[in-house]
């Protein structure tokens, strides 16, 4: 089957949703109000892509190439990043919601969530060093044997992870949350 190659477009209100896009290249493309919802996006390439105000709840990334995308206002509940093409693996997020996704054994250094919502997001097994967590919710999301070396959660809130399971050096977190990081323990912080 015959690729297909698009640069420098923008893609406005097309609904793509619980349709199959298969051996396509985006190259500094942007979608603005776009619905993806139930696509399947597999094999395909997105590089210095843009996605604004779409949806992408519950696609499926199946050897998806998603090389240095803004994520910017999306809605991308559900979401198994753990199944895109690693190589070059790189986004930022922008006022997303992201609940119920998985990031497991993917390289997320240095990449910024900022306004998130990251409920029950799973990030076991996630390389997060130097990643930047700015004013997001991460109730219930799961951190286990996860690299947050020097990763900034300052000015989030609802994280809890085990730091003798995790690999925490130079970790930034508020004194409101210590108590999220020592639950196992069942101590009563007053």
């Known amino acids: 089957m015959e690729s297909k190659l698009y640069q ?9 949703s619980e349709q199959s896009l298969a051996n396509t290249e985006f190259v500094n493309c942007e979608f603005i109000n ?5 696509s399947d996006l597999s094999h395909n390439d997105f590089l210095d892509c843009t996605f604004k105000n779409c949806n992408l709840s519950l696609a499926v990334l199946r050897n998806t190439g998603l090389k240095n ?12 990043f753990s199944a895109c093409n690693s190589f070059l693996f790189s986004m930022n997020f922008d006022d997303c919601l992201l609940d119920y996704s998985t990031f497991i054994y993917k390289k997320l250094k240095k990449t910024n969530f900022t ?7 799973d990030f076991s097994n996630t390389d997060l060093s130097l990643a930047v967590f700015k004013n997001c919710d991460l109730s219930s999301a799961t951190f286990v ?14 994280y809890a992870f085990d730091p003798s399971e995790n690999k925490i050096k130079g970790t ?11 639950q196992k323990f069942d101590l009563s912080i007053e």
């Open 172 to 182: 930034k977190v508020s004194h409101t949350a210590l108590a999220g990081l020592l």
């Open 69 to 80: 995308i803004k994520f910017i206002g999306c809605k991308l509940m559900g979401l198994d």
């Open 145 to 158: 044997e996860s690299i947050l070396e020097k990763t900034d959660f300052r000015t989030s809130r609802n």
């Open 115 to 121: 306004d998130c919502s990251l409920k029950e997001t």
């Open 34 to 38: 776009c619905n993806f919802s139930k």
């Open 8 to 16: 420098n477009r923008t893609f406005e209100t097309i609904d793509y």
